[in-house]
């Protein structure tokens, strides 16, 4: 079955740097977009980055230039890199891929912003 762990979530101050880690399995990873998508509380969930099986990479406005999202297919992992962190990137974050017209979505890990 098709699994997505996420982790890396913390507490940072604005300014700083998080990593995020997407473990992906149950499926063949490299032949697959995936997605990272954020929550913050009272919000609709957003799209945050998405990257291609080929490693095209496209950002949200609010995060391009400060986030980078890449992949490794022989880890079956995906990742975040967020630097220059603002109060307004605090939410969840949650991976997701769509496999055969079906929705995956990880469990989330909370990434707070704050001073």
């Known amino acids: 079955q098709v699994q997505l762990v996420e982790s890396g979530g913390g507490l940072v101050q604005p ?23 954020r929550q913050a509380p009272g919000k609709q969930r957003e799209l945050v980055a998405t990257i291609t099986r080929g ?4 950002y949200a406005n609010s995060v ?5 999202i890449s992949r490794d297919n022989t880890k079956n992992t995906m990742y975040l890199q967020m630097n ?27 990434v707070t912003v704050s001073s």
Do not use: I
């Open 84 to 110: 220059s962190l603002k109060p307004e990137d605090t939410a969840v974050y949650y991976c997701h891929t769509e496999l055969r017209r079906v929705d995956y979505w990880g469990q989330g890990t909370q």
């Open 15 to 37: 300014g700083g740097s998080l990593s995020l880690s997407c473990a992906a399995s149950g499926f063949n990873f490299r032949l697959y977009a995936m997605d990272w998508y």
């Open 55 to 58: 490693s095209d990479r496209n």
């Open 64 to 68: 391009k230039g400060r986030f980078t």
